[in-house]
């Protein structure tokens, strides 16, 4: 498989999931958070796109949850 398919494959199955959830947020940033987990990944050599897409959710609930922390304080 190719690193564009296994990235599209990764991509689609996080961004089902956070969306079956409700979790997903607004597009555009959703992508991106979602999309640098994958990249960071890539460089260390991960490949299989489940990981790849597990890792990803866990970080995008990790930043959202920090984001929705910080607004929380700051008000």
Do not use: H
Not at 13 to 21: G, N, P, R, V
Not at 44 to 66: H, Q, S
């Amino acid at each position: 498989m190719s690193i564009r398919c296994t990235v599209e494959s990764a991509f689609f199955i996080a961004w089902s999931f956070l969306e079956k959830t409700g979790e997903l947020g607004p597009p555009d940033s959703s992508a991106n958070i979602i999309l640098d987990a994958i990249e960071a990944q890539l460089r260390t050599g991960e490949r299989r796109p489940l990981m790849l897409a597990n890792k990803a959710i866990d970080t995008y609930r990790y930043v959202t949850r920090l984001s929705a922390a910080r607004e929380t304080r700051l008000g």
